[in-house]
């Protein structure tokens, strides 16, 4: 069975950083797509930044594009997600998750993490 386990949120300030790391255990194959999705309160969850662990593409929602890089090192079976210049509207709960697939976008993903929140204040 896979399981994703996130670390890493806490509370900074505008401008701050923060890593954020997941962790797969269980059976996964080294190509997939490993996501990063939040959830503000009283908002939609949307997709935050992708990669594909077959060759290292990413891609990134607009809104995060030059201030977050998603990264992955497959020995670890782990996924990151760099997050710099934070804003206030940064503020959600952050979720990793992960799908075998070589086509990687923000749908159709099976695996879910439990999610680690993250807080900037202005």
């Known amino acids: 069975q896979v399981q994703l386990v996130e670390s890493g949120g806490g509370s900074v300030q505008a401008g701050g950083s923060l890593r954020l790391s997941c962790k797969v255990f269980?059976?996964?194959?080294?190509?997939?797509?490993m996501g990063w999705f939040r959830q503000a309160p009283g908002q939609e969850r949307e997709g935050v930044a992708v990669i594909y662990t077959g060759d290292g593409s990413t891609y990134y929602v607009d809104s995060v594009k030059g201030r977050f890089t998603v990264s992955h090192d497959n020995a670890k079976n782990s996924v990151y997600l760099q997050m710099n210049s934070l804003k206030p509207e940064d503020t959600a709960m952050y979720y990793c998750?992960?799908?075998?697939?070589?086509?990687?976008?923000?749908?159709?993903?099976?695996?879910w993490g439990q999610g680690t929140e993250v807080t900037v204040s202005s």
């Open positions: 998750a992960a799908k075998y697939a070589a086509d990687c976008g923000f749908a159709g993903y099976k695996y």
């Open positions: 269980g059976y996964i194959y080294s190509s997939e797509c």
